[in-house]
Nanobody, 116 residues
């Protein structure tokens, strides 16, 4: 099992940037996991933002439109979500997700608020 820990959320103005980080609580490698970032806004269902497989295949939700980038840094045992040109509608709790051998793991979430 792996316990995921997210960090990097916060309050940012429209047009600003944030970098979210996801790591295993015990510092173990995430290189063999299929990773993803999801988000959930109040009153809405959780939705996929971006995914990155263990073989480096990447997928983005349509609403990302080139503004976000998912990255795996195996030297840091961390998966990042770089978010640029943030909009108020990006406000949500962002969750890190990992899959390995048909088991799913979720982090506790980190709040991202985009507001002036």
């Amino acid at each position: 099992q792996v316990q995921l820990v997210e960090s990097g959320g916060g309050l940012v103005q429209p047009g600003g940037s944030l970098r979210l980080s996801c790591a295993a609580a015990d510092g173990s490698s995430l290189s063999t996991y299929d990773m993803g970032w999801y988000r959930q806004a109040p009153g809405k269902e959780r939705e996929l933002v971006a995914s990155l497989t263990s073989t480096s295949a990447i997928n983005y939700a349509d609403f990302v439109m080139g503004r976000f980038a998912i990255e795996r840094d195996n030297s840091e045992n961390t998966v990042y979500l770089h978010m640029n040109s943030l909009k108020p509608e990006d406000t949500a709790v962002y969750y890190c997700h990992a899959t390995f051998k048909w088991r799913d793991y979720w982090g506790q979430g980190t709040q991202v608020t985009v507001s002036s």
